[in-house]
T-cell receptor, first 114, second 111 residues
Framework: KAGVTQTPRYLIKTRGQQVTLSCSPISGHRSVSWYQQTPGQGLQFLFE???????NKGNFPGRFSGRQFSNSRSEMNVSTLELGDSALYLC?????????????FGPGTRLLVL | QKEVEQDPGPLSVPEGAIVSLNCTYSNSAFQYFMWYRQYSRKGPELLMYTYSSGNKEDGRFTAQVDKSSKYISLFIRDSQPSDSATYLCAMSGTNDYKLSFGAGTTVTVRA
C-alpha cells in the first residue's frame, strides 16, 4: 500500500507571500492531520480533518488554514509568510478505529522563508 | 512547562548496548502512548503503540507505560548503527484527534 505523499517536498518563498501544501493520505484513510516541526518548538499540531470537517485545531494564528476534499486529500495554506514559518510541515493520515487513530506520517514539505 | 517532557540528549552508545529512552507528561487525560523514530530529513515512523499502563514488546523494542507516575519508556536491545535516529514520544487522549509530542531524543549507535 502506498504511504502518505506530500507535495512539494521543498519550497522557498519570501516574506509576505502565501503557500499551499498538499497531502494525499493512505488509501482508505479518512483523517488527515498537519503538524509543524522546528528545531526550537519540535512537532506542533496544526489541525485535523475528517470527512471534510475540521475536528481539532492547534494554537496557530489564522494565517494557517486547511481544508480536506471529498477524496480525503488535504491542503494547508499559509498566508503572509513570516521568517518564523520556516519549518518542516508534516501530514499524517489515520484509519479511524474507535476512540483512537494510529497516525502515519508523510515525508514532509520543507519550507524556507527568506 | 511543556505537556510532554523528553530529554533531547544526544545519546551515544556502542553497538549492542541497551538504549533507554523516556518521557514524562502532565496531562492525566492521555490514554494512548506512542514512540516514533525519525531519520534525518524523513517523516516520523511509528515504532510502538500502547494503550493505558503496561508493557509491550516487539522484537528488540519494549515500551512501558506507568500512568500512576505519568512516565513512559522505550528500550532498544542489541542496538545497531541503523537504530541511529531521533526518537519521539507522542501521546493522545480519547477522541483528541491530535498527538502531543516530546522534543525527541537523538540517538547515535557507534559501530
Amino acid at each position: 500500500k502506498a504511504g502518505v505523499t506530500q507535495t512539494p517536498r521543498y519550497l522557498i518563498k519570501t516574506r509576505g507571500q502565501q503557500v499551499t501544501l498538499s497531502c494525499s493520505p493512505i488509501s482508505g484513510h479518512r483523517s488527515v492531520s498537519w503538524y509543524q516541526q522546528t528545531p526550537g518548538q519540535g512537532l506542533q499540531f496544526l489541525f485535523e480533518y475528517f470527512s471534510e470537517t475540521q475536528r481539532n485545531k492547534g494554537n496557530f494564528p489564522g494565517r494557517f488554514s486547511g481544508r480536506q476534499f471529498s477524496n480525503s486529500r488535504s491542503e494547508m495554506n499559509v498566508s503572509t509568510l513570516e521568517l518564523g514559518d520556516s519549518a518542516l510541515y508534516l501530514c499524517a493520515s489515520s484509519l479511524v478505529q474507535g476512540a483512537y487513530e494510529t497516525q502515519y506520517f508523510g515525508p514532509g514539505t520543507r519550507l524556507l522563508v527568506l | 512547562q511543556k505537556e510532554v517532557e523528553q530529554d533531547p540528549g544526544p545519546l551515544s552508545v556502542p553497538e549492542g548496548a541497551i538504549v533507554s529512552l523516556n518521557c514524562t507528561y502532565s496531562n492525566s487525560a492521555f490514554q494512548y502512548f506512542m514512540w516514533y523514530r525519525q531519520y534525518s530529513r524523513k517523516g516520523p515512523e511509528l515504532l510502538m503503540y500502547t494503550y493505558s499502563s503496561g508493557n509491550k514488546e516487539d522484537g528488540r523494542f519494549t515500551a512501558q507505560v506507568d500512568k500512576s507516575s505519568k512516565y513512559i519508556s522505550l528500550f532498544i536491545r542489541d542496538s545497531q548503527p541503523s537504530d541511529s535516529a531521533t526518537y519521539l514520544c507522542a501521546m493522545s487522549g480519547t477522541n483528541d484527534y491530535k498527538l502531543s509530542f516530546g522534543a525527541g531524543t537523538t540517538v547515535t549507535v557507534r559501530a
